[in-house]
Nanobody
Framework: EVQLAESGGGLVQAGGSLTLSCAAS????????INWFRQGPGKEREGVAC????????NYADSVKGRFTISSDNTKRTVYLQMNNLRPEDTAVYYC????????????????????WGKGTLVTVSS
């Protein structure tokens, strides 16, 4: 079974940067996509970014374009989310999620809820 573990959350001042990591294990193929979602206080869970293993395509939510960058190290099955110019409204629990098979590795959908989820890591941005 696919397992995901996030790390790298913490407290940062507005305008600062933080990098989250998602260590994945249990994939049985190279056909997968990994997403980052977040859920802020009193808000619904929303997609932030995604990356697909096969064609390395990446997509971002409009709210983070130009500030966040998703990348991957396929040899380590690890995905990173580099977050720059953080804002208080970026405060949330950030979740790593993954989908495998059926062409998931070719093109990804930032707002599509995948099958597998990590437990999340908290990011707090102070003003």
């Amino acid at each position: 079974e696919v397992q995901l573990a996030e790390s790298g959350g913490g407290l940062v001042q507005a305008g600062g940067s933080l990098t989250l990591s998602c260590a994945a294990s249990g994939f049985t193929s190279d056909d997968y996509a990994i997403n980052w979602f977040r859920q802020g206080p009193g808000k619904e869970r929303e997609g932030v970014a995604c990356i697909s293993s096969g064609d390395n395509s990446r997509n971002y939510a409009d709210s983070v374009k130009g500030r966040f960058t998703i990348s991957s190290d396929n040899t380590k099955r690890t995905v990173y989310l580099q977050m720059n110019n953080l804002r208080p409204e970026d405060t949330a629990v950030y979740y790593c999620a993954a989908e495998e098979g059926s062409g998931a590795g070719y093109g990804c959908y930032v707002h599509l809820f995948p099958e597998y989820w990590g437990k999340g890591t908290l990011v707090t941005v102070s003003s």
